[in-house]
């Protein structure tokens, strides 16, 4: 990208109030480490985090630090550390870089906020919504620092969400509390679990406020911008700052909407992406789109962190309801009902789907919905391969040949 | 008169190409090179090759767009565009649409389907994975010790072939070490090999209409057309030069933005 196209490119003002919220977030974690005032919880990030806030820990998100390693452009370097211990590479290369990362003793949060190390947990929570890799990746630090885990086994690749599903999950997660109280040392308090579950609705709420102005005419926001946006949804979902986080975040959306700023100039196209974000190549493949007058205005991964089922009347049930009706836990033909209503109403012109190939529950082109999306819609599909970590399975040459003949072939039908 | 002329490259990551059209897309002349590590120096030869073949002495008023792995080098273009639209250009210069075009290049293998009116339908591109590309061939040959331009006949030749199954090429080069130490002849094995860069193109799509197969190994080795009809209905066909089809088209597209001559 030209000094000049960087010029142009108008930054999102509420950034900088996001990176203070992440450092308070990381700062008052590593404090209540080294003090032991608070007791620090891993959740998985589509955990029962609401449980964990309402009986007192502090809840640190690993598959952010994942998200973070990659991002940082560490993950490739740690990620054979893992391997060469017995984590594969073909599986989550969240896992393996933050595991490797862990075995090195590095972590990016040092650069980032003069953190030397991640919080050791003094319980490991995890849901298998995301997949079972999580399961294992929590295993390895339960084994490490022989310290509680306790899980929710969710049911996978479901179409409808059925009363029995909750009944299972919420009896699980009630199953976790003893463990949870003998750790905190905290009662469990169902008032203060609804007033998490309360705070965690009107994050979403506004979340999907967020997500929802990607589909004005042109976008104010990307989905590289959304990726970066989400971290309060993602890491202080139950707290009061991510509310006012979003509300500021709204504000400078709704302004640009008013006067029509789009985040790409002279948005010719709008694109859907499907599957996780290439986290070491966010700035290379915004840039390409950029340049390329596109804009990827949204995206299955972003929405994953809208939760419309959180209700306080019912903690239990409700979260049981919003970890499963997750798009990852569902079967394809939901999957694709959810993504072609968003195609639709975000006027989209074409899907990318990545291919992770360290994630497969996140990859979901690998039974043959590009091509059923295709005929079904008369749309263009393009397939992507890569990873969310790992460069080593990453072609930039041929990613970036195939992005521009897709944007091509989008030029020709529009004429 | 002065003729309106325009030109094309395709520095691909094997071989640079090179193309000069007239008014009527027709070609006057065209030069084919190594790449080497110099994608600027050899777009630049390919091109002066062109011009004294084609008898042009004059490049001011030529139009000349740039494709392939390397047409961000070429410092003479006026504009670049993948070689998914060029190779697509160029098939369309001599068949008519709907087609599925069929391209193995040195390191990458594309599928690309055009409807009726030879608007793209859909593009693949082989995975990160080089396997049943022209760099396979050309690393089974060195195995081999055999020169390239012998596969073709020793593969048409061979009266039986050898069953390669991985989709690695390390591993298919072990696979090859173990049939020379079973005994196998040696025709038998490129035969094998041709049949598996076949296995990697069937793999990769569904081919409907005509297919149309492009690219400097189908230049080469022509025989792999002859494996593929074994496995397809459809008709196959091939252009005059299937190497070149990706800077014809790129010199095509440059025909339509190339100024008119007013004198």
């Keep these: 990208m030209s000094d000049r196209q960087k010029q142009l490119r108008k930054p999102i003002a509420a950034t900088s109030q996001m990176k203070k919220l992440m450092a308070a977030h990381f700062l008052e974690i590593d404090e209540a480490k ?45 990620i054979p550390l893992a391997n060469a211990v017995g984590y594969s590479p073909d599986i989550c290369s ?16 040092t650069k980032a906020y003069g953190i030397q190390n991640i919080p050791r947990a003094d319980i490991l929570v995890y849901n298998t919504n995301q997949c079972r890799d999580v399961q294992d990746w929590f295993s390895f630090y339960a084994r490490e620092w022989d310290v509680p885990i306790v899980g929710i086994h969710t049911h996978r690749s479901i179409r409808e969400v059925q009363d029995f ?40 709420k506004l979340w999907r406020r967020v997500l929802e102005c990607g589909a004005t005419k042109p976008a104010p926001l990307t989905f590289f911008d959304a990726t970066i ?27 640009r909407i008013k006067m029509k700023e789009g985040a790409v100039p002279g948005e010719r196209h709008r694109l859907y992406w499907d599957g996780m974000p290439v986290w070491g190549k966010l700035r290379e493949l915004s840039d390409q789109f950029y340049q390329l007058r596109t804009n990827v205005v949204a995206s299955t991964y972003c929405n994953s962190w809208i939760f419309d089922a959180f209700d306080p009347k019912d903690p239990f049930e409700s979260m049981a309801r919003a970890y499963t009706e997750l798009f990852n836990v569902r079967d394809e033909s939901f999957k694709e009902w959810y993504m072609d209503n968003w195609i639709e109403n975000f006027s989209i012109d074409g899907v990318i789907f990545h291919d992770a190939k360290t994630c497969p529950n996140n990859s979901n082109n690998r039974y043959s919905m590009p091509q059923r999306m295709a005929k079904r ?21 041929q990613t970036r040949t195939n992005i521009e003949a897709f944007v091509e072939q989008l030029d020709q039908k529009t004429g | 008169m002065t003729l309106r002329l325009a030109g094309g490259i395709d520095v691909g990551s094997c071989t640079t190409k090179s193309v000069i059209v007239d008014d009527g897309g ?55 565009l993948t070689e ?36 793209r339908v859909s593009f693949k591109m082989n995975r990160k994975c080089a396997a049943g590309t022209g760099a396979f061939l050309e690393e089974m040959a060195l195995r081999l010790r055999l020169p390239l331009e012998k596969l073709n006949d020793l593969a048409k030749q061979a009266d039986g072939e050898v069953t390669l199954g991985s989709y690695c090429t390390v591993f298919s080069g072990t696979e090859v070490l173990e049939k020379i130490k079973s005994g196998a002849a040696l025709d038998h094995i490129v035969r094998g090999l041709f049949h598996s860069v076949v296995k990697r193109i069937l793999e990769m799509d569904t081919f409907t209409d005509t297919v149309v197969m492009t690219g400097g190994v189908i230049e080469h080795n022509p025989f792999l057309i002859d494996l593929l009809k074994t496995h397809i209905q459809n008709d196959i066909v091939t252009p005059p030069h299937p190497q070149i089809m990706g800077a014809l088209g790129a010199a095509l597209y440059a025909l339509q933005e190339a100024p008119h001559n007013m004198d």
């Excluded at chain 1, 819609?377 to 040459?397: A, K, W």
């Excluded at chain 2, 091109?47 to 047409?71: N, P």
């Excluded at chain 2, 060029?86 to 055009?114: E, W």
Aim: glycine share 10%; charged share 20%; net charge negative.
């Design chain 1, 94 to 109: 969240y896992l393996t870089a933050d595991v490797g990362a862990y075995l090195k003793g590095v972590t990016p949060l």
């Design chain 1, 34 to 78: 080294k003090t032991g005032k608070q007791k620090v919880a891993w959740c998985t990030s589509v955990g029962p985090a609401e449980l964990l806030h309402s009986m007192g820990f502090l809840v640190y998100y690993p598959e952010n630090h994942g998200a973070l390693l990659g991002a940082t452009r560490m993950a490739t370097d740690v």
């Design chain 2, 26 to 80: 027709n070609i006057l002349g065209s030069h084919v090179l190594y790449s080497g590590t110099d994608f600027e120096g050899a777009s630049d030869i390919a091109w002066r090759e062109t011009l004294s073949l084609a008898g042009v002495s004059s490049t001011d008023s030529i139009c000349v767009f740039s494709t392939g792995y390397g047409r961000n080098s070429v410092s003479f273009a006026t504009n670049s």
């Design chain 1, 165 to 204: 599903n909750i009944a299972d999950l919420v009896s699980q997660m009630k199953s976790m509390i003893p463990t949870l109280e003998q750790v905190s040392g905290n009662r469990f308090d169902i008032d203060r679990l609804r007033d998490v579950v309360d705070l965690s609705l009107q994050c979403t």
């Design chain 1, 229 to 255: 946006h989400m971290a309060p949804a993602v890491i202080l979902r139950g707290k009061p700052e991510a509310i006012e986080y979003y509300k500021l975040l709204i504000a400078e959306l709704e302004d």
């Design chain 1, 377 to 397: 819609l008369g749309l263009p599909t393009l397939v992507i391969h890569g990873d969310l970590n790992d460069l080593r399975c990453y072609s930039e040459e």
């Design chain 2, 84 to 119: 998914i639209s060029c190779h697509a250009r160029g098939c369309l210069h001599y068949f008519s649409g709907p087609m599925t075009i069929v391209d193995i290049g040195g390191q990458d293998n594309k599928i690309i389907k055009l409807d009726q009116k030879g608007l």
